[in-house]
C-alpha cells in the first residue's frame, strides 16, 4: 500500500527529508525526521532527556522575577506601588545598599514593570503575576531596549557618550528604552559631566537605573536628578525563612541551628547566605548539619562561647584559657572566637535595654537564655569594658604573628577586670570612706627620703572579708595629691615670702586676689575644712565637687604663696563648705524675721507673701569710721578696696 501524500506537504519534492518539531511533552529522545520517498520516521541523536541543563547556583535559581520575591525591601516596593498606580513614574532611579541586597535585581523587575505588555495590560504596572511579553528576556539581561552597563570596566567618557548618541532612537520592541548601569559610582568625573544634561532632561521614551554600592561616591549633581532608594540589610529571621524555604525546594534536610548560622555569616546579603547555603549542601553531601556548617565557616562553637563569657565573668582565667584552647584545637581562629565573643557582649548589652531582641530567630536557644540571665546580673558599665578590651584584643590578635598568644593575653585581662571596679564607682567608694588616711596622707608630705617635694600617691586595697561574714569586700582607695616632686637638685633653703593661710576665707580671699574666679567658686562650694596646717591642707569634698579640686588647689596655693603645699583627703567629715555657712546663716534670719510680730502680720496680711531674704542694715556711725582714701583717679575707697600698685 502506497503512502498518502498530507495535502500540507505540497510544493516539496519528492525525496525531500521533512524536519517536524514535537512540543516537549510529545518528543520522545529527539528531532523526528520523516523521508517523503518511504514514508518511514527516524529519531535523531539530538537533545535527549540525558543531555541535561547545566547546574545553575541557588543565588540564580531563586532570584525574584517581581516585587512579591523580594524580601525585606517593603518600603520601596510600596513607594513604587504608589507612583505607578498614580502615573508618577520618575524618570531616573538610584538604588543604593550593600551586596547581595537586590540591586540588580530591582533594577530588572522595574524594567519590566516598566514594559509589561500583554494581551489584556498595555502599561507599566507593579503587578506582574502573568509574565508579559518582553519579562523573560528582561530578566535574563538579553532584551534589546533594556541595556545593561558594568560602570566598573566601562568608566570613560567614551562609553557615556555611545549612550548620549543612543538615547535618541526610540526603542525597537519594548515602550521604554531602559539603562541600567550598575556600580555606577566607578565612572570617571568626565563621565558624570557628560551624562548630567541627558540625565535632567532625557527622551520621554528613556529611562535610567543606576546601582551603586558607595552612594558617598556619586556625585551630588546626579543624586539630585534621581528618585533614591536605600536598599536595607536584610533582617536575620527573614533570611532563615527563605533559606528553609529554598531547602524545601530542593529537598535538603537542614536543621534550624545551622540556617542561623548561615543566616548570621550572611550579615543580611541573600545572595551571601544562598552561596554558603549551596556550599554547605556539597559540603554536607545532600543534608547538612550544624557540625558540617560550623566546620565549613570556620566558627565556633555559640554554646562554647557563651560558656566562655561565662568564666570570663567569674574571673576563672584558667578556665576561659581551656575554654578557648578546646575551640581553637576544634578549627576556631583566635580573631573568630574573640569576634563572637564580642558578639555575645553587645547580645547581652543589648539584651538588658532592649528584651525583645531575644526573639530573633538566628539565635540559639542557648543564647537566648544564657543572654537574658546575663543581661540581669551584669551591668552596664561591666559590659562596656568588657566590649572595649574584646575590640583591643581583636585588633591586637588581627596584627599579631602569634594571634593565638594575643587572644589568651585579652582574654587574662578581661578575666583580671572582671571583678574590678569603674573610675567612677572607686571614687564613690573613696567618698564615702572619707578620703585619704593620715598615713597616707603623711608619706605624701614630701617628708620621705625622695629628697624633693611631695608626691601624689593612689593606693589601691581590697578589705579582706572579717572573720565570719563570709563576703568579699569592696575595693577601698586611698588617695594624697601633693605638689609634683622636684628633680634631684642639691637643696638650696631660698628666702620666699610667704603668705599666711589659716582658713578658707583666706583662699578665696586669694583667689579674689589673683583674679581666679573659678577657683573661688570651687573653694566656697566645693571645699570642706579638715585641718589646716603650714604647707599642708586636709579637707573632705562635697558631693557635687570636682574629683581633680585636690590637684588644683596644689598648684593654685604654690603658685599664690610661694611654697610647697600637699592637700590630702580626710575621712572626716569637716566643716561646712563657705556656701553653706552662709545658706544656713540665711535660713536662719529668715526663720527669725518670720517670728518677728511686725513681718508675721504682714505675711498673715497679703496669702502667698513670702520672705526670701534678711538684710542687715548697717549703722552710720560704722560707715563713717571706715578708713577712706582717694585713689590717684581721684575716688574715694575703703583701705581694703584700694587698687594694687601696678609697679608689683
Known amino acids: 500500500m502506497q503512502p498518502t501524500a498530507d495535502p500540507s506537504l505540497t510544493g516539496f519534492d519528492r525525496g525531500a527529508n521533512i524536519l517536524f518539531e514535537w512540543p516537549s511533552g510529545q518528543r520522545e529522545g529527539g528531532t523526528r525526521i520523516m523521508d517523503e520517498t518511504t514514508g518511514t520516521t527516524t529519531v535523531s541523536a ?8 547545566p547546574y545553575r547556583v541557588l543565588a540564580r535559581k531563586y532570584r525574584p522575577k517581581d516585587f512579591t520575591d523580594l524580601i525585606g525591601q517593603e518600603p520601596m516596593v510600596r513607594t513604587l506601588t504608589n507612583a505607578f498606580s498614580s502615573g508618577r513614574i520618575a524618570q531616573a532611579w538610584m538604588l543604593t545598599g550593600v551586596r547581595g541586597v537586590g ?77 541600567i548601569i550598575d556600580e555606577v559610582h566607578m565612572l570617571s568625573n568626565q563621565a558624570f559631566n557628560g551624562l548630567l544634561k541627558t540625565l535632567e532632561e532625557p527622551p520621554a521614551h528613556v529611562k535610567f537605573i543606576f546601582a551603586t554600592t558607595e552612594i558617598r561616591k556619586v556625585p551630588i549633581t546626579v543624586l539630585s536628578r534621581c528618585q533614591r532608594f536605600d536598599l536595607r540589610r536584610i533582617d536575620s529571621g527573614l533570611l532563615v525563612a527563605h533559606f528553609k524555604n529554598v531547602a524545601g525546594q530542593e529537598g535538603i534536610a537542614i536543621d534550624d541551628e545551622s540556617l542561623a548560622m548561615i543566616a548570621r555569616a550572611a550579615e543580611g546579603s541573600v545572595r551571601d547566605g544562598l552561596s554558603l547555603l549551596d556550599q554547605a549542601i556539597a559540603h554536607g553531601g545532600g543534608s547538612v548539619d550544624a557540625e558540617a556548617v560550623r566546620s565549613m565557616l570556620g566558627l565556633a562553637d555559640r554554646s562554647r562561647i557563651v560558656g566562655l ?11 576561659a584559657l581551656a575554654s578557648f584552647r578546646d575551640q581553637y584545637d576544634s578549627g576556631a ?30 539565635l540559639t536557644e542557648t543564647e537566648r ?26 585588633s591586637e590578635t588581627d596584627t599579631s604573628s602569634r594571634p593565638a598568644a594575643a587572644a589568651e593575653m585579652a582574654l587574662i585581662r578581661i578575666a583580671h577586670a572582671a571583678n574590678l571596679p569603674s573610675p567612677e564607682d572607686a571614687l564613690k567608694a573613696f567618698q564615702n570612706s572619707g578620703g585619704g588616711s593620715a598615713e597616707a596622707s603623711g608619706q605624701a608630705s614630701g617628708n620621705g627620703p625622695s629628697g624633693g617635694g611631695a608626691t601624689a600617691r593612689a593606693v589601691g586595697e581590697r578589705r579582706m572579708p572579717q572573720g565570719g561574714n563570709g563576703g568579699g569586700g569592696q575595693p577601698s ?21 610667704e603668705v599666711a593661710i589659716g582658713s578658707l576665707e583666706d583662699m578665696v580671699a586669694l583667689a579674689e586676689k589673683h583674679r581666679d574666679i573659678a577657683m573661688k567658686v570651687q573653694i566656697r562650694t566645693g571645699v570642706r575644712l579638715v585641718r589646716i596646717e603650714p604647707g599642708r591642707l586636709e579637707i573632705n569634698l562635697a558631693p557635687d565637687a570636682s574629683p581633680s579640686l585636690p590637684g588644683e588647689l596644689i598648684k593654685k596655693l604654690g603658685d599664690w604663696t610661694g611654697a610647697k603645699w600637699s592637700v590630702a583627703l580626710s575621712r572626716e567629715e569637716g566643716a561646712p563648705t563657705l556656701a553653706e555657712r552662709e545658706t544656713a546663716k540665711r535660713e536662719a534670719l529668715v526663720s527669725d524675721a518670720r517670728q518677728d510680730p511686725d513681718v508675721a502680720a504682714i505675711l498673715a496680711r497679703f496669702p502667698g507673701a ?13 560707715l563713717a569710721a571706715e578708713a577712706l582714701s582717694p585713689t590717684e583717679d581721684g575716688d574715694i575707697l575703703p583701705e581694703d578696696l584700694e587698687p594694687e600698685d601696678s609697679s608689683d
Open 46 to 53: 539530538g537533545a535527549g532527556a540525558e543531555n541535561q541543563a
Open 103 to 179: 540591586k540588580t535585581t530591582t533594577a530588572r523587575i522595574l524594567a519590566r514593570a516598566l514594559n509589561y505588555e500583554t494581551a489584556e495590560i498595555d502599561k507599566p504596572t507593579i503587578d506582574l503575576t502573568v509574565p508579559g511579553e518582553h519579562c523573560q528576556a528582561i530578566m535574563e539581561g538579553r532584551h534589546v531596549d533594556v541595556i545593561e552597563m558594568d560602570a566598573a570596566s566601562h568608566t570613560g567618557i567614551d562609553d557615556i557618550r555611545e549612550i548620549i548618541e543612543q538615547v535618541r532612537y526610540r526603542p525597537v520592541s519594548a515602550r521604554y528604552k531602559v539603562y
Open 309 to 319: 563569657f561565662g568564666s570570663l565573668m567569674a574571673g576563672d582565667v584558667a578556665g
Open 333 to 362: 581562629g583566635p580573631s573568630v572566637i574573640l569576634t563572637d565573643l564580642a558578639d555575645f557582649t553587645h547580645l547581652v548589652t543589648r539584651l538588658k535595654f532592649v528584651p525583645e531582641a531575644g526573639q530573633d530567630p538566628s
Open 369 to 394: 537564655e544564657s543572654g537574658a540571665d546575663y543581661a540581669a546580673k551584669l551591668s552596664t558599665v561591666i559590659l562596656s569594658r568588657v566590649w572595649q578590651m574584646l575590640l583591643k584584643g581583636i
Open 477 to 497: 582607695m586611698h588617695l594624697a595629691h601633693s605638689a609634683e616632686p622636684s628633680v634631684a637638685a642639691p637643696a638650696v633653703s631660698e628666702p620666699v615670702e
Open 610 to 622: 513670702r520672705v526670701t531674704d534678711v538684710r542687715i542694715a548697717a549703722l552710720e556711725e560704722d
